[in-house]
């Protein structure tokens, strides 16, 4: 089974901190995603990479920023948190860019809050 | 651009009965569409996906969902609900056709499963 993990699953920073969420998968897929969820809002795209060092931005991706430097790896950077960031952000990877009929697979979450 | 509608934010059945939870999409081209669960507490689950091919998709946990071009939905049905059912379900699609770039996948916001012993 596809394995997606996220190192936090609750954090709590202040307004103006640098927040860092780091995302890691197990299947040697070339995509990956990070989105937001909001209570009717659903799921919004910030940023994906479909491959090392490449990064794409997706529907929201003011005030993020993204790392990627190993394929299993996809870090989202909060540059300056701010209240409006508070949210569940989960991270999704699948196999390749060609292939669009591929499912996704996301990691548990991190609830964010921004104080 | 493409859409997913889902009307119901919440949806209530008895243990036992059949549910329907309904979505409709807007694409240019065909679709390809997806279903997602996420259970109280943890991320989104791959349900099952339409491509092409049958209308009738069946997937995890005893869930169908049947493809209606003409009337443009996707609607995920499971013939006896379990308690164990309830939790928020997401449908999504991208656009079949590709113009260069990355296609994303749009999702809709959920509709809450509530299965009522």
């Known amino acids: 089974d596809v394995k997606v993990t996220q190192s936090s699953r609750y954090l709590v920073k202040r307004t103006g901190e640098k927040v860092f969420l780091e995302c890691v998968q197990d299947m040697d897929h070339e995509n990956m995603f990070w989105y937001r969820q909001d209570p009717g809002l659903g799921l919004r795209l910030i940023y994906f990479?479909?491959?090392?060092?490449?990064?794409e931005k997706g529907d929201i991706p003011e005030g993020y920023s993204v790392s990627r430097e190993k394929k299993e790896r996809f870090s989202l950077i909060l540059e300056s948190a701010s209240t409006n960031q508070t949210s569940m952000y989960l991270c999704a990877s699948s196999l390749f860019l060609g292939r669009f009929g591929d499912e996704q697979y996301f990691g548990p979450g991190t609830r964010l809050t921004v104080t | 651009a493409q859409s997913v509608a889902q009307p119901e934010d919440q949806v209530n059945v008895a243990e036992g009965n059949p549910l329907t939870v309904k979505c409709t999409y807007s694409?240019?081209?065909?679709?390809?569409l997806f279903w997602y669960v996420q259970y109280p507490n943890r991320g989104l689950q791959f349900l099952l996906k339409y491509i092409t091919g049958d209308n009738l998709v069946k997937g995890s946990y005893g869930f169908e969902a049947e493809f209606n071009k003409s009337q443009t939905s996707f609607h995920l049905k499971k013939p006896s609900a379990l308690v164990s059912d309830s939790a928020l379900y997401f449908c999504?699609?991208?656009?079949?056709?590709?113009?260069?770039?990355?296609?994303?996948?749009?999702f809709g916001t959920g509709t809450k499963l509530q299965v009522i012993p």
């Open positions: 999504a699609v991208r656009d079949m056709r590709h113009s260069g770039g990355y296609q994303k996948v749009t």
């Open positions: 990479s479909y491959d090392v060092k490449m990064k």
């Open positions: 694409v240019s081209g065909n679709p390809y």
